[in-house]
């Protein structure tokens, strides 16, 4: 615990005459105990850090690395965790356009986190919370907020040591709450980036703080075959491990991600000697058929024995049980589902990772495969006989989205789903797309829409929240994260979540109004699910279609391999259902 803040907590006078300061020292009280903790937890031996760094360039699948060392400790009975460092200065990932920059991951606690904060979920068993995610953002924030309280008390504050405290800080404080064994931490970006120092800066000094052996340093590199010379190039290797040692970081464990084979002992042996690592430490992080074979593959190249006997951890035997059956039913799946995903060509690449994946864990289950297809909607605004694609698709997914763009195309593609009885499933703007479609078509409300897109519109069937209405800052202040659901009993949610009391994730700011819920009600839309309080509407349901469903929430971020998400189960089932042509889906 830095001294100011010792002093300043017995310092009674101070205490006394400035309610600025004794709130601070309240503050710096608990803090103190809760470091008191934190050390106690370490000296005791009871976390191992691995740090996870990335070198060469971006994509290598550092996150499915970090996820298949932390799941080969998890199958050996570890308590694992894992922190992802973002070295930009946005606070979170929130307010950053996910077109650009990848999905926003919505934990339990409402944090709008990076996409590999998902990865790691889907690949661990345990949930996260915003303090698994550590952004240079919230640092500087933090330092910058405790200077201006005059809480450095005259000092020079600098990057070493009180931006490295601070991470220092984050990284403990995630550990220790989280009670884990093993620490995962993970920086974004790659060796060499300016932003990225920092961070790295502080990896080496926990290395020097933390008990020799309880650390470890797994560095993921690119080893490429050039095509001319067939061969794998380990230079870029040594390259990137010479820029770690540079700032002090030296790997024990190097993941070379490989497009071609795997590294033949020759190249194992030459980036053993080059970068001062063993050879049995050198691993290939090859192409998988499906993600969830990555640790397999690891774990049979040895590095999960490696990496306990590096770390002192004594030596379990790892229990995989289930999940190669699971990796199977991936890779053989029996048939092909087509699903046309409809949104704006924009919205491709990585901003529906979730989505995809809680997709493709549904059909795992539902014995089939999906084939995933993007659909401008904004095609369908100019001619609506183009509609006439959705055809060719077994299933209709409108995503969650934001904005007036694409919006009536969308709306086209839920009426051709519902007089087309397409099995149909919205997610939070597709919901609310819904029941606007339903509202026009069906309850007769002319003009209805969202305020979202037509402020003036006569009928505002979906609208603000209330507690939206006047909000000035953006960042974190949706409706956000988990919230319970009440499902209307013999309902198709209550069937497909087997519960009448669920709990499931928003990131939402507009609603279903309650001045229309009684006209929607009336002409035939049910609204099986809504929030604890029965205030919002969380669902829609057409009964007398085929498979038509509608979710407020993202229930994607939920959906794990081994536990797909209910509704997305349905969706997937009812669509091979309706493939097969079955009269009804059999859930
Ligand atoms: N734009 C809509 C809202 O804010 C839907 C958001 C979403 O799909 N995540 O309510």
Redesign the pocket.
């Known amino acids: 615990m830095p001294v100011y803040e010792f002093d300043l907590f017995f310092h009674p006078i101070l205490f006394l005459s400035d309610s600025r300061f004794s709130s601070f020292c309240i503050e710096s009280f608990i803090v103190y105990n809760f470091e008191k903790w934190v050390y106690y937890w370490q000296v005791n031996g009871l976390t191992k850090y691995i740090f996870v760094t990335g070198g060469v360039l971006s994509g290598l699948g550092k996150g499915l690395v970090t996820c298949s060392v932390g799941k080969m400790l998890e199958v050996r009975g570890y308590h694992v965790t894992a922190i992802k460092c973002d070295p930009y200065l946005n606070v979170d990932a929130g307010t950053m356009n996910p077109y650009i920059h990848g999905e926003v991951f919505v934990l339990e606690d409402g944090y709008e986190a990076d996409m590999d904060l998902g990865t790691y979920e889907r690949f661990l068993g345990g949930e996260f919370t915003g303090l698994n995610n550590v952004t240079s953002g919230q640092v500087y924030q933090t330092v910058v907020r405790k200077e201006r309280e005059g809480g450095y008390l005259g000092r020079c504050v600098q990057i070493i040591p009180h931006v490295t405290d601070e991470i220092k800080r984050r990284i403990r404080l995630a550990a220790a709450k989280s009670r884990a064994d093993v620490v995962l931490v993970e920086c974004g970006g790659t060796v060499g980036d300016i932003e990225g120092l920092p961070f790295l800066e502080a990896f080496r000094q926990m290395r020097n703080e933390e008990k020799r052996g309880d650390t470890l340093l797994v560095h993921v590199t690119l080893v490429p075959v050039l095509e001319a010379v067939g061969e794998p190039k380990t230079k870029p290797t040594q390259h990137s491990v010479k820029e770690l040692r540079a700032i002090g970081l030296q790997p024990d464990v190097i993941a070379a991600r490989i497009e071609k084979g795997r590294l033949d002992k020759a190249s194992r042996a030459k980036i053993a000697q080059y970068c001062s690592v063993e050879e049995r430490a050198v691993f290939s992080s090859i192409n998988v058929p499906t993600l969830y074979e990555l640790p397999l593959e690891l774990e049979r190249q040895g590095m999960g024995d490696v990496v306990c006997e590096y770390l002192g951890l004594r030596d379990c035997k790892p229990d995989w049980s289930g999940w190669p059956e699971m990796v199977d039913r991936f890779k053989k799946p029996k048939d092909v589902v087509k699903i046309a995903m409809c949104g704006k060509y924009a919205e491709l690449a990585d901003c529906y990772v979730s989505v995809n994946e809680a997709l493709r864990h549904a059909a795992a289950k539902a014995g089939c495969r999906v084939q995933i297809d993007w659909i401008e909607t904004e095609l369908f605004e100019e001619d609506l006989k183009r509609t006439g694609v959705l055809e060719g698709y077994d299933g209709v997914l409108v995503p969650?989205?934001?904005g007036q763009r694409g919006a009536e195309g969308k709306i086209i593609a839920i009426n051709y789903c519902r007089t087309h009885d397409k099995p149909f499933l919205g997610?939070?703007?597709g919901f609310?797309l819904a029941t606007v479609e339903f509202a026009r078509n069906v309850a007769g409300l002319e003009g209805a829409a969202s305020t979202?897109c037509v402020p003036e519109t006569p009928h505002p069937v979906i609208d603000l929240l209330p507690e939206q209405k006047g909000l000035k800052e953006m960042g974190g202040t949706?409706r956000l994260g988990s919230n319970p659901v009440v499902l209307e009993g013999g309902s198709l949610p209550h069937r497909l979540y087997g519960s009448t009391e669920i709990r499931e994730r928003h990131?939402?700011?507009?609603e279903v109004n309650p001045e229309y819920w009684d006209r929607l009600e009336k002409a035939g839309a049910v609204f099986p699910g809504w929030s604890k309080e029965k205030k919002l509407k969380e669902l829609l349901w057409l009964p007398d279609r085929y498979f038509f469903l509608g979710t407020q929430f993202?229930p994607e971020f939920k959906s794990r391999p081994w536990a797909p998400s209910p509704p997305y189960y349905g969706f997937v089932k009812a669509a091979y259902d309706r493939k097969l042509r079955k009269p009804e889906p059999e859930f």
Do not use: D, L, N, V
């Open positions: 969650g989205g934001f997610i939070c703007y609310q979202e949706m990131r939402h700011r507009w993202h």
